[in-house]
T-cell receptor, first 117, second 109 residues
Framework: GAVVSQHPSRVICKSGTSVKIECRSLDFQATTMFWYRQFPKQSLMLMAT?????????EQGVEKDKFLINHASLTLSTLTVTSAHPEDSSFYICSAPRQGGVNTEAFFGQGTRLTVV | QKEVEQNSGPLSVPEGAIASLNCTYSDRVSQSFFWYRQYSGKSPELIMSIYSNGDKEDGRFTAQLNKASQYVSLLIRDSQPSDSATYLCATTGAGKSTFGDGTTLTVKP
């Protein structure tokens, strides 16, 4: 099946620094990828839709200047958390839809546990 | 009203029992329905997909879909301790998934 790889799996950073998270589709091309955030004991919340070759679409309440998304190629999307604060500590997960067809399923990356100290 | 709602947990069943997880959705045009299992600290993994009314069985798992009632369920037969996890119901449109809050299942040996 399709594979999505996310890196790093775990990162600890200091307040005020920036962190980049990569999401790669390994055996298929993904013109669209999705970034989710999950706080403890809560569900996944969509943050933004990453579109190859164009600007990302952000969900309401998500600061686009803080969470920078770049979809540079058909297999890579990056999320950069800028000027991180402890409240940004969360589990970040990317996903990419399976190619083709009407009924699509999402393939998820392994997730990135971000801890801001 | 949330787009996808799941029965509140946590749900606890003894080993070998049937676990029943329920989900309702509000968007009538939803066509694709999925159940994901998520272990603590891990990403969700797909365990069942269902697109048409009726039942779909895969091993110990059975998904049931009723579009008229906007209801989808997951039955886990012969529950095992390894089934203990959070189960997420999701609908997908244009590749974007909308998740319920999840139901945490504990299977007690």
């Amino acid at each position: 099946g399709a594979v999505v790889s996310q890196h790093p799996s775990r990162v600890i950073c200091k307040s005020g620094t920036s962190v980049k998270i990569e999401c790669r589709s390994l055996d298929f091309q993904a013109t669209t990828m999705f970034w989710y955030r999950q706080f403890p004991k809560q569900s996944l919340m969509l943050m933004a839709t990453s579109n190859e070759g164009s600007k990302a679409t952000y969900e309401q309440g998500v600061e686009k200047d803080k969470f920078l998304i770049n979809h540079a190629s058909l297999t890579l999307s990056t999320l950069t958390v800028t000027s991180a604060h402890p409240e940004d500590s969360s589990f970040y997960i990317c996903s990419a839809p399976r190619q083709g067809g009407v009924n699509t399923e999402a393939f998820f990356g392994q997730g990135t546990r971000l801890t801001v100290v | 009203q949330k787009e996808v709602e799941q029965n509140s947990g946590p749900l606890s069943v003894p080993e070998g029992a049937i676990a029943s997880l329920n989900c309702t959705y509000s968007d009538r045009v939803s066509q694709s329905f999925f159940w994901y299992r998520q272990y603590s600290g891990k990403s969700p993994e797909l365990i069942m997909s269902i697109y048409s009314n009726g039942d779909k069985e895969d091993g110990r798992f059975t998904a049931q879909l009723n579009k008229a009632s906007q209801y989808v369920s997951l039955l886990i037969r012969d529950s095992q301790p390894s089934d203990s996890a959070t189960y997420l119901c999701a609908t997908t449109g244009a590749g974007k998934s909308t998740f319920g809050d999840g139901t945490t299942l504990t299977v007690k040996p």
